[in-house]
Structures are given as structure tokens and as C-alpha cells.
């Protein structure tokens, strides 16, 4: 059986939990592009794209150029976009990570190690939506390297946030993944979680069909959340 086990964050673990995070998020860009290329509505526009410029040039392989060109400002879009994304987490709470999960009572930060590396890494803390925040916290930045994927790394951890919040008298635990993360849906869904809402962050992802997906997983108890 696969050994590993989790722990709270430590500040050695600062780069090894940027790299696990950068790396975890930008291996979606491909999937990203895949879901972007199967879109109903990107597809017609290449057909239009390419109809325009065969009528407009006169030429087959002119038309195909286009296409291809297309092809690869819209990796570039989806490559930019992930990279953006990653970006701002680097240079908001995970530049300071004990600043941001170890410093309140309804917050922290978990890191999943074997071998005596960091294979894994999540965090929970207050949603940002106020409403939600009487009663509910909400699971973020879960990675877990490729290598050590089929562990249960993952299960592990979430159970570690809907623990953390239930001992703290939540009522539910929140957390946002995108549609292409097919298997941490599975994962989530697996743990009690279920979709609540879906949203597309910008007019890029509305054109894209890209969205971002709300889940939501209520815990036993009466879920009042301790006073402030």
C-alpha cells in the first residue's frame, strides 16, 4: 500500500507548494483546448473563418491557413488564460501561505507528503460570498502530483476539510473547479459533494463555453457556525 501522510504546512514547504500548484494547473491547459475545439459555437465560426477567406481569396489552401492560424491563437488564448489564473494565486495568498490559512481559526492548509516530498496540498478557509460564510467554508487549491495520483491522496485530504469544518460547527463545505477537471468532479462527488450552480468567469469563457462549476457538500449537525 502507497505511504504518505498529511500534515499542516510548514514554511519549508513554500516552493515545493507554488512548483505542485503551478504544475497542477497548467497540465489542464491541454483539456482546456480540447473542450474549446468541441464547442458547437467555435466550430461554426472556423467554418465561417474559413468559407470567408476561400470566398475572399480564392483559394482552398488559403481558407485552411486561416483555420490553422486560428488553431493557434486559441491554444494561445488557453495557454494564456491558465497561465494568468496561476499567476494571480502565486502573487496573492499562496505568496504568503501562513499569512493567508494559519493565521485564523476557520482557515488552514494541509500538505500531503511521501517519501519525504510534497505530493499534495490543499487548503479551506471563509468563502468570499458573505451569505455563505455563516455557515459554510470553502475547499481550495487541491493538487496532487501526477506521480502519486491513485493514491487516495485526494480523498484523504478532502476529508481532512470536511473534518476541519465540522469540528468547527459548518454546516457544508464550498469549492469552484472547472469543466474540464472531469476526474476532481468525480473526486468531489465521490465525497458528497453536488453541483449547485455553474458560471462562466468572463465574456472569452461565455464565447468558449467555458464554466466553472459550484459544488457544495452538507455535513451532519445542526451546522451553526461558531460565534465571531
Known sequence: ??????????DKDFDAVRTLFARGMLEHSPAGYRHVLRSGR??????????LVRA???????????????FV???????????????QALSTDLADVRGSYLR????????????????????????EDPAEREVALELKRMSVSREHRGWGISGALCREVLSFARARGFGAVVL??????????????SQGFRKVGASSPSL?????????????????????????
Open 104 to 127: 485564523s481559526p476557520h482557515s488552514c492548509f494541509w500538505v500531503a507528503e511521501a517519501g519525504g516530498a510534497v505530493v499534495g496540498m490543499v487548503a479551506v478557509e471563509p468563502p
Open 204 to 228: 472569452l469563457a461565455t464565447l468558449f463555453c467555458f464554466q466553472v462549476f459550484r459544488y457544495r457538500c452538507d455535513l451532519p449537525g445542526p451546522g451553526t457556525a461558531p460565534p465571531r
Open 56 to 70: 475572399a481569396g480564392g483559394f482552398w489552401l488559403l481558407g485552411l491557413g486561416a483555420v490553422a492560424l486560428a
Open 1 to 10: 500500500m502507497a505511504s504518505y501522510r498529511i500534515r499542516q504546512y510548514q
Open 42 to 51: 467555435v466550430q461554426l465560426l472556423l467554418l465561417i473563418l474559413f468559407v
Open 176 to 189: 469552484s473547479t472547472s469543466v474540464v477537471q472531469v476526474a476532481a468532479q468525480r473526486l468531489y462527488e
Open 73 to 87: 491563437a486559441i491554444w494561445l488564448l488557453v495557454r494564456t488564460y491558465c497561465t494568468a489564473y496561476v499567476r
